[in-house]
């Protein structure tokens, strides 16, 4: 496997539910990302896990809640969600050089999964 | 006013066509510039990175960036139906842990026509 592999690519579950995500990365990257992108907006950034450490997180709601065992998996916990929140959730991984540089490594992203709350 | 301005399209062309996709910005500080491309049901792609200004090349692809006019663009030359797809422009500032705080445009979206 390389790349940013992503599970499932498809999810669909009712507001009472609780579901989650899965991100793996084979990259040797030591930053890991989850991110949003709806129609008509730009991609959004949710939580930012930087050497398994959450450094960011975005104002977004408690019902998403983000998890980094280690520096190549990354999961996302859905629990009662709106149907606002139907969206494709993307993961990206990057080399994160920190505050001692400036170097802007890519993102390279997962193919995402598309989530339908009903 | 967005910190990063990009027309969603759509944009149809013939094959063979020279596509110009375009961002514009406010954000003076701004100096890594990044094209994405984004196919159908995957996630984006880096296809083109400029730092600062000037052009940059890459086979079919040319990234320009003019920071006086504060504006971005990405030319596809002999454009193909491979190129279809949804074009992202995301930039940021010279900071550590810059990525983090990419700005990102719209995208583009690009369909090329046999």
């Known amino acids: 496997e390389t790349g940013v592999t992503q599970t499932p690519r498809h999810l669909v579950m009712g507001m009472t539910n609780k579901k989650s995500l899965k991100c793996e990365q084979h990259l040797g990257h030591n930053a890991m990302y989850w991110y949003k992108q709806s129609a008509k907006k730009p991609l959004e950034l949710m939580f930012v896990y930087s050497l398994e450490e959450r450094v960011e997180n975005n104002s977004v709601p408690s019902r998403f809640s983000p998890e980094c065992p280690n520096s190549s998996h990354l999961f996302l916990h859905l629990h009662t969600l709106q149907p606002e929140d139907s969206a494709l959730y993307l993961c990206?991984?990057?080399?994160?050089?920190?505050?001692?540089?400036?170097?802007?490594?890519?993102?390279?992203f997962g193919n995402g999964t598309r989530l339908t709350v009903t | 006013q967005k910190e990063v301005e990009q027309d969603p399209g759509p944009l149809s062309v013939p094959e063979g066509a020279i596509v110009s996709l375009n961002c514009t910005y406010s954000n003076s500080a701004f100096q890594y510039f990044m094209w994405y491309r984004q196919y159908s049901r995957k996630g984006p792609e880096l296809l083109m990175y400029t730092y600062s200004s000037g052009n940059k090349e890459d086979g079919r692809f040319t990234a320009q960036v003019d920071k006086s006019s504060k504006y971005i663009s990405l030319f596809i030359r002999d454009s193909q139906p491979s190129d279809s797809a949804t074009y992202l422009c995301?930039?940021?500032?010279?900071?550590?842990?810059?990525?983090?705080?990419?700005?990102w445009g719209l995208g583009t979206s690009l369909a090329v026509n046999p």
């Open positions: 990206a991984s990057s080399q994160d050089r920190g505050t001692g540089g400036t170097y802007n490594s890519p993102l390279h």
């Open positions: 995301a930039m940021s500032g010279r900071e550590a842990g810059n990525n983090r705080k990419l700005i």
